[in-house]
């Protein structure tokens, strides 16, 4: 398990805005992933992301890095944001697009 702990550290520490979710942000795998993909795409910044649903090293062990147990996960500058409905209340409050143009600006 300590290589899958490092894999996602670097990922989190490589991408300043990082989404850990079920499928692709063109392709979601389920409602949560798709309505927060959704929302990090509006605020029209690049981002990656990884399906947790093609590497299944990666979905058992964020759980345990992060100490988030559910998907997706939205992580920027290295800092878990959290999932599908703390992403919502931030895009709804305007809160997310400033945080994702911050980190954009950093890179």
């Known amino acids: 398990m300590d290589e899958v702990q490092a894999t996602i550290k670097q990922q989190i520490e490589e991408n300043p805005v990082i989404l850990y979710m079920k499928g692709s942000p063109n392709a979601p795998q389920c409602g949560f992933s798709q309505r927060t993909s959704q929302a990090v795409m509006a605020c029209g910044q690049r981002f990656a992301y990884v399906d947790v649903l093609a590497n299944p090293e ?13 998907f997706p996960q939205l992580w920027v500058k290295g800092e878990l944001i959290g999932g599908c409905d703390i992403v919502m209340e931030m895009s709804e409050s305007g809160e997310l697009k400033p945080l994702l143009e911050g980190a954009a600006a950093k890179e």
Do not use: A
């Open 58 to 70: 990666i979905r058992s062990g964020l759980p345990l890095y992060g100490n988030w147990p559910t």
